[in-house]
């Protein structure tokens, strides 16, 4: 396995946990090749200061998905540089990339991504168990966790046992299992009604404040964008208003 350099050597040296938490710079992305590619992202530049919840908005189609799984290493840019943390993202092999969705950053989905045999209890202990986590010390965050999210007495439940509110209150304890110092959530509440859904994303400002975490939400939600610290709105490809 190759471990790129394009990024090595160039950046001016940043000690983790000082900067922001996100920085991208001029982050292109297309698919397909020709008259028949797609820009789905046309070189944006934007940062995430630590500690806040920054909300993504724009309509379907413009590049939102596409922008988050980029800075959550899920994907690779075909220019531009991603910091995260202090971390260049090119300068990280397949390995690397792993490492730093496992153990710096937790993802939230819109259809929550829980596994449907497991326990409410047994999904949130998923992170830790790939980290090789101590059973004792992930017994006792796990159960912090839900008594965090408001589900203290459910973490016996099945995923399929529990509301779609529940089900993405799982997925937020979850993703804070390995104490990330960045969320990723892409619609979090695009499955839930609007009561339902602005209790996920007040749940999700008070975990920022009080886990000390960062997040880069998406959503299309006008109600939810009043939670956030502040708003950034891409519009075909490009940030059109940086809040
Ligand atoms: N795997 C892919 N192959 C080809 N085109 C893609 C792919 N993924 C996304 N696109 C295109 O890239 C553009 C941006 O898509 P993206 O999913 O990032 O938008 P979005 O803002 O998340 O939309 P939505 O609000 O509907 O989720 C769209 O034109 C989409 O069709
Ligand atoms: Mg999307």
Redesign the pocket.
């Known amino acids: 396995m190759s471990e790129s350099t394009s990024g090595r050597g160039t950046a001016v040296a940043e000690q983790p946990g000082t900067g922001p938490m996100v920085r991208v710079e001029d982050l292109r992305r297309s698919y397909g090749e020709g008259a028949a590619a797609v820009h789905a992202l046309r070189g944006v530049s934007f940062e995430v200061p630590r500690g806040e919840l920054v909300a993504l908005k724009g309509r379907s189609g413009s590049g ?2 596409t922008l988050l799984n980029l800075v959550g290493g899920l994907d690779r840019p075909d220019g531009g540089r991603i910091t995260v943390d202090s971390t260049d993202l090119a300068d990280l092999g397949e390995e690397g990339l792993l490492a730093l969705r496992r153990d710096r950053i937790g993802f939230i989905f819109q259809s929550f991504g829980l596994i449907p045999i497991l326990s409410a209890a047994e999904n949130v202990g998923v992170p830790m168990r790939l980290r090789k986590a101590d059973p004792r010390e992930r017994d006792a965050r796990v159960e912090l966790l839900l008594a965090l999210v408001g589900l203290g007495d459910h973490a016996q439940q099945r995923p399929g046992e529990l509301s779609g509110g529940q089900q993405q209150r799982v997925a937020i304890a979850r993703a804070l299992a390995n104490r990330p110092a960045l969320l990723i959530a ?2 979090p509440t695009g499955q839930l009604d609007a009561e339902t859904g602005l209790a996920v994303m007040e749940l999700l400002r008070a975990v920022v404040r009080s886990e000390g975490v960062t997040a880069l939400v ?1 959503t299309h939600d006008t109600q939810l964008l009043g939670l956030a610290d502040r708003v950034l709105e891409l519009s075909d490809g490009r940030i059109i208003d940086h809040g």
């Open positions: 939102k998905t892409d619609e998406a």
